[in-house]
């Protein structure tokens, strides 16, 4: 990557592993990185309505838990580009992978038969759990951020393989289009990701040749927030529909339709045929 700026800002110097391609505490002395701190409102404000529209909905109480930790991570990738500390990228880091685990076991548990047990599948749970405690351990004694992108990529690819397969089972057409939209939005995500990885050099030599006020738009990596946001908030209304299809009874008559510009996913009643 490219020389960042010499200022030492609010939270003093990055003691974080990783440091991105926006120039630090350019735009303001308490944030380190505005563009990629502001971002993660796409992984923080979707969440909280979602967890609204769980409850709003009559949807199963633990897709609360997938939206929160979604929002965990977006608060914790905002404190992590605001100070670049290494405690807050912890913060931003390890509840991807959990959260992601959380995301994996509620895709392998959809077509279980529900039942008065905290965990239909307790296997898979502690498999799951073992992984992230595991991870967590070694992460802590060897910080290398190879580690966290390949781990937190394998529950991604295992969660879109589960997604396939569900789509595959039931043949929802609901769940198809959130799919491709999610799979979509997540490549486009990663591929802006590397793009500010590579060509870091070239974006500070155009952004220095641009005006301020559109120089966020050149943010890649704060676009990367806002697809891989979207596409994980996606992800968890095809685990809610797919809930819905395996587990809803012959006198249903509703339907679960995608809402509100593809952030709400509601019940509605077919319209009687005159």
């Known amino acids: 990557m490219a020389p960042h700026s010499e200022i030492i800002g609010y939270w003093g110097p990055p003691t974080a592993t990783i440091d991105w391609c926006e120039k630090n505490y350019e735009v303001n002395f308490y944030v380190a990185e505005m563009s990629n701190t502001i971002s993660n ?3 923080i404000l979707p969440p909280i309505w979602g967890m609204v529209e769980v409850i709003n909905q009559g949807f199963e ?12 991570v977006g608060l914790g990738s905002w404190a992590f580009h605001m100070t670049l500390l290494y405690e807050m990228q912890l913060f931003d880091e390890l509840p991807m992978v959990w959260g992601t685990c959380v995301l994996v076991y509620c895709l392998a548990v959809v077509k279980k038969p529900e039942n008065d047990k905290m965990f239909s599948n307790g296997r898979l749970a502690i498999c799951l759990v073992t992984f992230a405690s595991s991870f967590t351990a070694v992460y802590l004694l060897w910080p290398q951020p190879l580690l966290q992108h390949s781990s937190y990529g394998v529950l991604v ?31 486009l995500g990663f591929f ?3 793009l500010d990885k590579i060509f870091c050099s070239n974006l500070h030599s155009l952004r220095s040749s641009m005006s ?19 596409a994980t908030y996606l992800q968890v209304f095809i685990c809610i529909h797919s809930n819905y299809d395996f587990k809803k009874s012959k006198k249903e008559k509703r339907k679960l339709e995608l809402c509100q510009m593809g952030f709400g996913l509601r019940w509605f009643k077919p319209e009687k045929s005159r």
């Open 192 to 194: 802006l990701w590397n």
């Open 61 to 72: 109480l633990r897709f609360i838990f997938c939206h929160f930790l979604l929002l965990v």
């Open 157 to 187: 690819l295992i969660s879109f393989a589960q997604e396939i397969n569900l789509i595959r089972l039931k043949g929802c057409q609901v769940c198809k289009k959130l799919f491709i939209i999610s799979l979509t939005t997540y490549l």
């Open 212 to 230: 301020p006020y559109l120089s966020p738009v050149t943010q890649l990596h704060g676009w990367w927030h806002c697809f891989a946001g979207y």
């Open 41 to 43: 409102l796409m992984m």
